[in-house]
């Protein structure tokens, strides 16, 4: 029982490139979200998920797209990234109505 | 989902109780008050949550208010490995759960020797 798993742990990307950050989970939870985390600050709601081929916004979505084929997994995908996307992004999940499982983050530079 | 309001940091003596103020004074009756900290970085790690009983576990015990518009997290004998960002956020119950959590500034607190 691994948790959940994001990867890669650390990434750099040039502006302008795309990139899709992993998300997994192997407890059978309906539910997953992404957050980001800028310095100093709380962690910001991107998108979230309650179940496989269901997805709504968060309070940042824009820029980010996702998508949920598996209850297994969700990627975020960052289209055209942009040094205001520098950050460290969590993946969560959690059956419902239970606390959320974070995993370690992704980090990540935009120069 | 209702706000809440934390002080933004606290220090606390090794092995004394840490008693961590939240406020939600909005909060409607199918809230529930969840706890999460961070420790440096890591992603947050849920403690406790509670709706209108105080509630106690292996990590820590949660006392809400009579008129839930506010509670404290105490934990019990503070460590060095307790210094975390602390996190107070209510979420709603049932249907209109959608798992999703609005994290504010949180409290730092500095468990000193």
């Known amino acids: 029982n691994a948790g959940v798993t994001q990867t890669p742990k650390f990434q750099v990307l040039k502006t302008g490139q795309s990139m899709t950050l992993q998300c997994a989970q192997d407890?059978?939870?309906?539910?997953m979200s992404w957050y980001r985390q800028d310095p100093g600050m709380g962690l910001r709601l991107i998108h979230y998920?309650?179940?496989?081929?269901?997805?709504d916004q968060g309070e940042v979505p824009n820029g980010y797209n996702v998508s949920r084929s598996t209850t297994e997994d969700f990627p975020l995908r960052l289209l055209s990234a942009a040094p205001s996307q520098t950050s460290v992004y969590f993946c969560?999940?959690?059956?419902?109505?239970?606390?959320?499982?974070f995993g370690d983050g992704t980090r990540l530079s935009i120069l | 989902d209702a706000k809440t309001t934390q002080p933004p940091s606290m220090d606390c003596a090794e092995g004394r109780a840490a008693n961590l103020p939240c406020n939600h004074s909005?909060?409607?009756?199918?809230?529930?008050v969840y706890w999460y900290r961070q420790i440096h970085s890591q992603g947050p790690q849920y403690i406790i949550h509670?709706?209108?009983n105080n509630e106690t576990n292996e990590m820590a015990s949660l006392i809400i208010t009579e008129d839930r518009k506010s509670s404290t997290l105490i934990l019990p004998h503070a460590t060095l490995r307790d210094t975390a960002v602390y996190y107070c956020?209510?979420?709603?119950?049932?249907?209109?759960?959608?798992?999703?959590?609005?994290f504010g500034q949180g409290t730092t607190l500095q468990v000193k020797p």
């Open positions: 956020i209510v979420r709603v119950r049932g249907s209109g759960n959608t798992g999703k959590l609005i």
């Open positions: 407890m059978n939870h309906e539910y």
């Open positions: 509670g709706l209108k």
């Open positions: 969560a999940s959690s059956p419902p109505n239970q606390p959320q499982h």
């Open positions: 998920s309650v179940g496989a081929g269901i997805t």
């Open positions: 909005t909060i409607s009756g199918n809230e529930y």
